[in-house]
């Protein structure tokens, strides 16, 4: 026993082979049974778990044929310890808690407080970090019972780092500062040590370095004192790794180093490796290739000198864990490759099942989702054949996920079944949670939005239930949030993203703050509060640069960029495009350069410099084709043309949609073929070739619409837009080939797609924002459609239907909440008829005079309380051109060249009509879009109006 604590094993398993010989001639059968549970322990402590296990299972033997139920309490526990040793987590628990049966029986409270640490331990490696919460406040409330203090204050620390986990920071240090003050209350050295590296490992977890160092030096101190080899190699390496973080690459190194010495004197290879792998990374750090190579060919060597294949296994798996959650893919793929490989030397399958799980994790986060797959469906059969049904419950998560990734939503649904299944029968509220969660993620990835809140509302109420878990909580309010965000709930978004970013805060995690600072920002978007979107962003980019993390902060960069181009500063946007193009190149992030490129290229266009634009743009297509970002050619083709043509040059706008349309047609993406046909048949109409346009046009929409004729497919919002478009290219097509009916046909479907997105717009986003300046045309060419065909009431009528748009428009355009506008009443589709415009009219007792102006024409209408429409006149505006004017694009809502000519207009059909004038009629007054005086004060005098941005007048 003595030379068991000192670590002298083999002189131990000596001297116990000794008495195992002395106990037989004795015929001693609680000697016997003292003897394999001396060689249980000294194997276990030397790795050689198989036998360790061996002699455990005799000494269990022997304490029950000879009725020592305190021999069997011990033989249990220690079985427990080899199983865990090993990996088998769900016999170890068996075997603690047949150990605290006996316990309880034997009314011993310490052996019982003893199963409880043990189970709480098994609980810890599982990750059920809630469970082990309560397993170890049971253990507390008997060392506090039997006043061991010892335990109590090791209690209290097990507590602390279990809330840590749980990401409860607050109850974390209060625990942990409780078991230091406790320890160095009873003067335990040991149990002192360990409190101070538990309160080091608090401090370097929160990324408070500076406050971890002072910590774990006193603690290095105690274990050089105490000779704890074990422990000053933990040490030193989280001296290591805070120095390393504080950028102190050689008081790193020489930490490392240290821990290296004292893991090989004590022949600790985990602890030997794990020196090596921070040795590796640290000598790369400061540029010295070649010691990092030393280092990495040292851990080889390592694994070749462990004898047994149990220790070799867990070797290889605990350095391809920790590659694995260091990000280093490739090393834990091969490190997994070693375990697997060891593993199937003596079939070892609790091994092997790790070595395919870790194996799947991998190339899951590799992307490499066929092969993480393959291996995660090997880990089951695994698992189901050894009955393990916590790791066959992990596997069908894991399944999950990768048929996810692949897009195999309905066999990822049937896995994410099996797992609640398992982990209901299993009771385990955290697999639950986990199992709602990706239901919810899976639904929402198959755009059936409903079932999706319906599992994260219960993912939500079960994290609620794990009270100390703040991420788990905090990432059912994500998800919930994100649904409620995929079917335009904004306002449920922002309240769910709210208590997101609340317990991030609370945890003090910032990579749940930097998520929920995001999805904040892209809910206020929706709901069209740009500035207060911005502020969401411009907060992610601060904690991004906080926690250094640059590709985050290339996000927010593109966020910002695309609220400011939105806002109409397009100076504050070319430089957050240009931070994030800067910032893309020096990550080499082709992906995110080219979304920069992109978005560069949109705001020159926006503030007239085509070339520019073009060049961006050209760059985003260059690194697109080289990196196969198919979808962002056809993104980069679509932009050119769109630039070319603006600046009237069709034949090189036509060239770059139909290398568009190769690209769509190449990806058979029907989609984007629908909008190099519609950008097609825009051009057409613009080179007045409007039969051409109309059959471009209508392939385009025939992509859109159902195959049965239907009407209309679900749409995303996205395809709505399209849509929209199409028909309104198609309506302005017909109406310049003077075919009215069609394109009153037309044009009538695409308004209440253009009410709806005006409405209801998903993503306030720049594609939106352009579509919806095409409404005040769309109705502009509908009251000449309806004028054309004598239709004029109907005109009237729609005439007045765009003055309204205009108005809640305007509020929008000064900032005005869209959600107050929807309450007020103002973004109600408003439709007005000839008895409701004549009732308005009755109520002034006066004649009135309404103007409209659309599409090159000034339309008149003399409406008399009595008479309705007494007069309608109709004036060409373009005989009215002043010298040096242009003709007003099709595509432009007004032009200032018609001002003056709509005043001489009026003017003429008021004195033709012997009209008095109320009020002077000023150029001034009919550019303003909403008068600030538009409240006149007169009682008689009613205000009605125009459409496009003419302001309203009326005249008796």
Known sequence: HACNAKGNYEQSMMFYQQLLSVAVLLNDMTLKARAYGGMGQANRAMGNLWHAQSCREQQLKLCKDTKDEEGQSTALSHLGHVHKAAGKLSQAMQYYSESLALAQKLKDRAGEGRAYANLGSCHIALGNFREAVNYYKQELVISHETSNKASEATTLGHLGMSYLALDNLELALDHLRRSLQLAQQIEDRSVECQALANLGSYHTNTKEYSDALPHLERALKLTQERREPQMESKVCHNLGLCHEALGH?????????????????????????????????????????????????KVHTIAEEIQNTSGKCTFWNQIAEDSLTSGDYDKAIEYYENLLKEAKKEQHQSFEGLAHCGLGNAYLSRGDYEHALSYHRRDLAIR??????????????????????????????ECYDHQLSLARQLDNPILMTKAYGCLGIVHRNMKTFQKALQYHQLQLSSALQLKENLLEQAGAYANLGDSFEAVGDYLQAVKNHDQHLLLGQKAQNEMVQLRALSSLG????????????????????????????????????????????????????????????????????????????????????????????????????RISSANQFVDGEARALGNIAETYESIGEYKMAIEFREKQLSVADTLQDSFTKALAFSGLGKIHIKMSDYGRAISLLKQALSLMVDQGGSGRQQHTQTAMEAEAKIRFYLGQAFYYQSHYEAALVYLQKALPLFEYMRQNVGHYDHATKNTLELYPILFQTLVN?????????????????????????????????????????????????????????????CPVLYFSVALNHVFIWLLHPKSGIVQFQKVDM??????????????????????QPLIESVASVREALGVEQRFRLSAKSVSSGISDDFDSGEDNESVVGSNSTVSAHSYR
Request: with cysteine; proline share 1%.
């Open 522 to 621: 892209r809910a206020h978007r929706g709901l069209g509060n740009l500035r207060k979107a911005l502020t969401f962003f411009e907060q992610q980019l601060r904690v991004a640069k906080t926690v250094g993390d640059e590709y985050i902060a290339a996000e927010c960069y593109a966020d910002i960029g695309a609220i400011q181009m939105l806002i109409g500063d397009y100076h504050t946007a070319l430089e957050a495009f240009s931070s994030q193009l800067q910032l893309s190149r020096s990550l080499d992030d082709p992906f995110s350069e080219a979304v920069a490129s992109s978005g560069l290229g949109e705001v020159h266009a926006r503030l007239g410099n085509h070339r520019e634009a073009i060049d961006y743009h050209k760059f985003d297509l």
């Open 249 to 297: 690459y050689q008081q790193a190194i020489q930490y490392y180093q240290h821990d290296f010495m004292v893991a090989k004197e004590a022949q600790d290879k985990e602890g030997m490796t794990r020196a090596c792998e921070k040795l590796m990374r640290a000598h790369s750090e400061v540029g010295d290739k070649e010691q990092a190579e030393i280092y990495k060919r």
């Open 785 to 845: 459609t309806l004028v054309k065909q004598n239709k004029v009431e109907e005109a009237l009528e729609m005439a007045e239907m765009e003055r309204n748009r205009a108005v809640s428009d305007a509020l929008m355009q000064r900032d005005v909440n869209r959600q107050v506008l929807k309450e007020s009443g103002l973004m109600k589709q408003y439709t007005p008829n000839s008895s409701w415009i004549q009732d308005s009219i009755e109520t002034l007792a």
């Open 878 to 899: 373009t005989d009215f051109s002043l010298p040096g004017s242009d003709t007003a694009s099709v595509y432009s809502e007004s032009s200032s060249s018609y001002i």
């Open 384 to 413: 189901k054949a050894g009955g393990d049904l916590t790791g066959e419950c992990t596997a069908y998560g894991n399944m999950g996920a990768a048929y996810n990734s692949l897009g195999q939503h309905q066999q990822a649904v």
